[in-house]
């Protein structure tokens, strides 16, 4: 794998980084908004929007690298603490999302009926999305270690 694609690829995962706890601190804010009135409702439907792409961007780029071995041979991450231990918190983001995306998915489907969504979860949504940015500051610190060979 030339020098470019695997820069390139190191580079689009970090920016998923980047983008992925912009969007999830951003969505956290969003929902905590009083009142959480129809502008408000937008902001976390575009904060959720780039979170889903950030996901794409996170996993997309992750695999490439992890299964195509474009740093590294599989068998190193495979072996590394540090990134059991980031796949350990990416598994915790993705479950702590199931009920968010499920609310969020209802409630733009009730927006686009002209319906106005029983918001009464978004303070207990926000406060999970702010979990899920203190768990991508911990995924960042787990990808530094393993990248510089600790655990």
């Given at each position: 794998?030339s ?5 390139m ?7 998923g ?11 956290a804010?969003?929902?905590g ?7 408000a ?6 904060a959720?929007?780039w979170?889903?792409?950030s ?6 780029t ?7 071995s ?8 495979l072996?590394?603490h ?6 350990a918190?990416?598994i915790?983001i ?10 969020l998915?209802r409630?733009r489907m ?10 009464s979860a978004?303070?207990a ?26 655990g």
């Amino acid at each position: 794998m030339s020098l470019t694609l695997r820069w390139m690829l190191a580079a689009l995962h970090l920016l998923g980084f980047g983008v992925a706890l912009g969007s999830s601190w951003v969505r956290a804010r969003s929902l905590g908004a009083r009142p959480l009135d129809v502008p408000a409702l937008r902001r976390v439907f575009a904060a959720d929007s780039w979170w889903g792409l950030s996901a794409l961007i996170l996993v997309g780029t992750g695999l490439w690298r992890l299964l195509g071995s474009a740093e590294k041979p599989t068998g190193y991450y495979l072996s590394s603490h540090a990134f059991i231990g980031k796949m350990a918190l990416l598994i915790a983001i993705l479950a702590l999302e199931i009920w968010p995306m499920i609310t969020l998915i209802r409630w733009r489907m009730a927006l686009s009926k002209g319906a106005i969504p029983d918001t009464s979860a978004g303070a207990a949504l926000a406060r999970i999305s702010y979990g899920q940015s203190l768990l991508l500051v911990l995924m960042l610190l787990a990808a530094t270690a393993m990248a510089r060979g600790i655990g």
